[in-house]
């Protein structure tokens, strides 16, 4: 994936927008003609200061340093754009590796919703805790965030402090040492350091002493399905009037994530059943990230569903996808083999609800794309094929596969998943 093509999805030259804390790689620069505002906590002076003493930073580094519009808390967007004039007149915001640092990230969404249109765009860049120093921490649960944004917090706790720094994990390889890493690294590789005591030593100093200084950590930690959620289930309660696109790995050590502003909404009983199958099947991706992690160390790497299957029938796993992938291809259809793959990776395709349901069917997947779906028969316990073809009567007329039209192109569209 290009990422800076991906962040900027929603963004073009004419549309007015916001980069929060760009530093010296803005992603949409005014000497390229985007009409985009810089805020930092900073002014321009001493943000140019901070990259002269920085010696990390790459020659030229200083001149690549766009002056700063807003200054001040990104939480306080909303007053900052109010004194500038341009409140509710933004069409996107960008942030890149800023939100898991915010004290009170739904403040920051409520605020963000403030300035922007109605259907503006917040973009955002977040590391993925399974590729970064966050390794080992556990993932941020949303009772944490509703109480910070209830205790009205404007600094990270001592308790996100010492976590932080008790629970840091390297990637170490011979002579390498990285904070940042891939995604499928191996685990012996990937080591905590050894700084409990000295965390610990830190925590109660600061307790004691009511450190009065701002310690920037990692508040949060997200994968791309816990931030789904997480985002999803503020909305639904009314806390966020976001609604999230797209949360979508970057191959890299972290994930771009848009969310689309929609405003407040109070969800009908049939709504609410709706999202709670939703969350469900939502719940069930995010242990199948934690469970993709353990199984980083094998000398295979397969998808779930091929370990399933493989379980279930007894054959070879990554024999079973090769073929169908070959025998997709023969076809002279690359547009199959694209379904197929978007079926595969589908949260309610279920490989073992299929076997068990319908018998043995070979690969699960090849047989709902080429002739389940015609008959009537459902991917998982939670998507109706029937019903999203009736729903959706131009997929039927069309002759694709409800649940690759509805990962293809159905999601993005709006449209519903039909749920059974």
């Given at each position: 994936?290009?990422?800076k ?49 920085d ?19 990104a939480?306080d ?37 403030r ?25 941020t ?31 170490v ?18 080591v ?6 000295e ?18 950590v ?118 199959l083999?694209k ?6 990776r ?23 794309l ?45 449209r ?5």
């Amino acid at each position: 994936m290009d990422r800076k093509k991906e962040l900027l999805k929603h963004v073009s030259k004419e549309a007015r927008g916001i980069e929060i804390g760009p530093y010296f790689s803005p992603l949409a620069p005014k000497r390229d003609g985007y009409n985009c505002l810089s805020l930092d906590v900073f002014d321009t002076e001493a943000v140019r200061h901070r990259a002269r003493v920085d010696s990390s930073l790459p020659n030229g580094a200083v001149d690549l340093i766009e002056p700063v519009d807003l200054v001040g808390s990104a939480t306080d967007i909303d007053a900052l754009c109010r004194d500038a004039g341009v409140a509710g007149d933004l069409d996107y915001i960008l942030s890149s590796h800023n939100f898991e640092h915010f004290p009170n990230p739904i403040a920051f969404l409520q605020a963000c919703g403030r300035v922007l249109k109605k259907d503006g765009v917040l973009s955002m860049a977040l590391p993925d805790k399974r590729a970064c120093f966050d390794f080992f921490r556990p993932l941020t649960g949303l009772g944490a965030m509703i109480e910070a944004f209830h205790d009205g917090r404007s600094r990270p706790t001592y308790r996100q402090i010492f976590e932080q720094n008790a629970q840091m994990a390297r990637f170490v390889d011979g002579e390498r040492s990285l904070v940042c890493f891939l995604l499928d690294e191996k685990l012996e590789k990937i080591v905590p350091e050894r700084r409990l005591r000295e965390a610990f030593d830190a925590w109660e100093s600061m307790r004691t002493g009511n450190d009065p200084h701002y310690h920037d950590v990692h508040c949060w930690t997200f994968t791309p399905a816990s931030f789904r959620l997480l985002l999803s289930d503020l909305f639904f309660l009314g806390l966020s009037p976001f609604v999230v696109e797209e949360a979508t790995d970057t191959g890299q050590s972290d994930f771009v994530a848009h969310l689309r502003l929609v405003g407040y909404t109070t969800f009908s009983p049939a709504e609410t059943e709706d999202y709670y199958a939703a969350r469900e099947a939502q719940l069930r991706a995010i242990v199948r990230e934690d469970w993709s992690v353990a199984k980083s160390d094998c000398q295979l790497e397969i998808l779930e569903r091929f370990h399933i299957l493989s379980r279930s029938t007894g054959r070879n796993p990554l024999a079973i996808g090769a073929r169908a992938l070959a025998l997709l291809m023969r076809r002279r259809d690359p547009f199959l083999a694209k379904q197929y793959l978007a079926i595969s990776r589908s949260v309610f395709f279920d490989p073992l609800h299929y076997i068990e349901s319908y018998g043995g069917v070979g690969d699960p997947a090849l047989h709902y794309l080429l002739k389940g779906a015609q008959q009537g028969l459902d991917p998982g316990p939670f998507f109706s094929s029937r019903k999203y073809l009736d729903r959706n009567p131009d997929v039927a007329t069309g002759g694709m596969n409800p649940l690759a039209h509805f990962e293809m192109f159905g999601r993005k569209e709006g449209r519903r998943p039909a749920l059974r």
